[in-house]
């Protein structure tokens, strides 16, 4: 499982995640696209099983398809998403026999609020978790993988906006750049590398388009 960070506020979103992606203990590409543009202002990222992925990314394609182009609501991929990761996955095994391991994040536009929904199995089972940025209100969330401990990553997060004061999205970009390097060096079971892709979105009203970046080594 590899590291997904994600900064909102009540009119912006940004999510950032390192391209490793594994089929059990294999690591099968350093650049792997973890993001999936449900609609312009709804974006899935996955972490974890590069086939889970794969999979998500054909059922929303296939959404699509059925649709006959119209455009979809976010209650119903959380529907989706939610009875896919809660279900299907609870008895998913990798390559090696291993339970899967995977986070999926919604992020995006609900109604007229921006807000992120996280899906996971994980050794401890079953987590969901909800991220709703109120008014003057800054949301910052993280998924780590086993290897990492996540009172460092705070630790860490706080360190870097001690020294980054955030006034702009290309701040934003840099303190979740910087993090992920500082997990990527730390991550003791190496699910995480440096090649940082990450999109973002500034929300007028229910409007708002996502723009997609990448960097790294």
Not at 43 to 70: C, E, M, P
Not at 160 to 184: F, G, M, P
Request: aromatic letters at 8%; charged letters at 20%.
């Amino acid at each position: 499982m590899s590291f997904i960070s994600g900064f909102l506020t009540k009119d912006f979103c940004s999510i950032v995640a390192d391209g490793r992606m594994s089929q059990g203990a294999k690591t099968v590409g350093e650049n792997y696209k973890k993001f999936m543009l449900a609609e312009s202002n709804i974006l899935i990222a996955t972490t974890g099983n590069a086939q889970v992925a794969d999979i998500i990314k054909d059922f929303i394609k296939r959404l699509h398809v059925q649709s006959n182009g119209a455009q979809l609501n976010w209650q119903l991929y959380v529907n989706v998403i939610q009875q896919f990761v809660k279900e299907t996955l609870k008895e998913a095994k990798d390559i090696d026999g291993n339970c899967v391991n995977q986070i999926v994040v919604i992020c995006g536009v609900n109604g007229n609020k921006i807000m992120a929904l996280a899906f996971g199995q994980t050794d401890a089972g079953y987590i969901q978790r909800e991220y709703l940025p109120e008014e003057n209100e800054q949301k910052f969330f993280t998924m780590t993988p086993p290897g990492v401990n996540p009172d460092a990553v705070t630790k860490e997060f706080i360190s870097i906006t001690n020294k980054i004061e955030i006034r702009t999205y290309s701040d934003i970009v840099i303190v979740q750049s910087k993090l992920q390097d500082y997990v990527a060096e730390i991550d003791s079971g190496k699910s995480v590398n440096t090649h940082k892709m990450g999109m973002g979105a500034r929300i007028d009203g229910i409007n708002g388009r996502f723009k997609e970046w990448s960097s790294g080594n």
